[in-house]
T-cell receptor
Framework: GAVVSQHPSWVICKSGTSVKIECRSL??????MFWYRQFPKQSLMLMAT?????????EQGVEKDKFLINHASLTLSTLTVTSAHPEDSSFYIC????????????FGPGTRLTVL | AQRVTQPEKLLSVFKGAPVELKCNYS??????LFWYVQYSRQRLQLLLR??SRESIKGFTADLNKGETSFHLKKPFAQEEDSAMYYC??????????FGTGTKLQVIP
């Protein structure tokens, strides 16, 4: 089946630095990828929809200058958390739309970000 | 390690028939379990979570720790229930693991 990977799986950084998280579709091309954030004791929150070759669509309340999304190829989308702060510490997960003809979304294993 | 298994890729039922979407999990601690739904390539939506113990759109799910299951049930399927359903587990440090999804097809 289709596989989505994320790198890194866990990152610790200092406050004020930037962190890049990669989301890759390993054996299929994904024109659309999604970035989510998991808050403690809450459900997953959609941050943005990333379309290959165009600008990402951000959800209301998500700062586009802080969470930079780039979808430069059909198999790679990146989320860069700029000038990270401790409140950005969270679990970030991406998903990719399935190949044409199926309705499934494939989820990555997630990245845990800890900002000190 | 945490794992979520949804054994059925596709479940077809007739309108008015009962629905049960299976979800089994593996986790050593106390998990938090969710069901998410995605209608016809719209965005993913939270359907319900086990700690709230509520019924949404007629769906319920009970956490069975003995069987490590969190099956989603509805007594009478409706056509508008046709969608992709994902079971998810939130473990330590908010790590979320999704199942592979089950497509529910309600036949008129």
């Amino acid at each position: 089946g289709a596989v989505v990977s994320q790198h890194p799986s866990w990152v610790i950084c200092k406050s004020g630095t930037s962190v890049k998280i990669e989301c890759r579709s390993l054996d299929f091309q994904a024109t659309t990828m999604f970035w989510y954030r998991q808050f403690p004791k809450q459900s997953l929150m959609l941050m943005a929809t990333s379309n290959e070759g165009s600008k990402a669509t951000y959800e209301q309340g998500v700062e586009k200058d802080k969470f930079l999304i780039n979808h430069a190829s059909l198999t790679l989308s990146t989320l860069t958390v700029t000038s990270a702060h401790p409140e950005d510490s969270s679990f970030y997960i991406c998903s990719a739309d399935s190949p044409v003809g199926t309705d499934t979304q494939y989820f990555g294993p997630g990245t845990r970000l800890t900002v000190l | 390690a945490q794992r979520v298994t949804q054994p059925e890729k596709l479940l077809s039922v007739f309108k008015g028939a009962p629905v049960e979407l299976k979800c089994n999990y593996s986790y050593s601690g106390s998990p938090e379990l969710f069901w998410y739904v995605q209608y016809s390539r719209q965005r993913l939506q939270l359907l319900l979570r086990h700690i709230s113990r509520e019924s949404i759109k007629g769906f319920t799910a009970d956490l069975n720790k003995g069987e490590t299951s969190f099956h989603l049930k509805k007594p009478f399927a409706q056509e508008e229930d046709s969608a992709m359903y994902y079971c998810a587990l939130s473990g330590g440090y908010q790590k979320v693991t999704f199942g592979t999804g089950t497509k529910l097809q309600v036949i008129p």
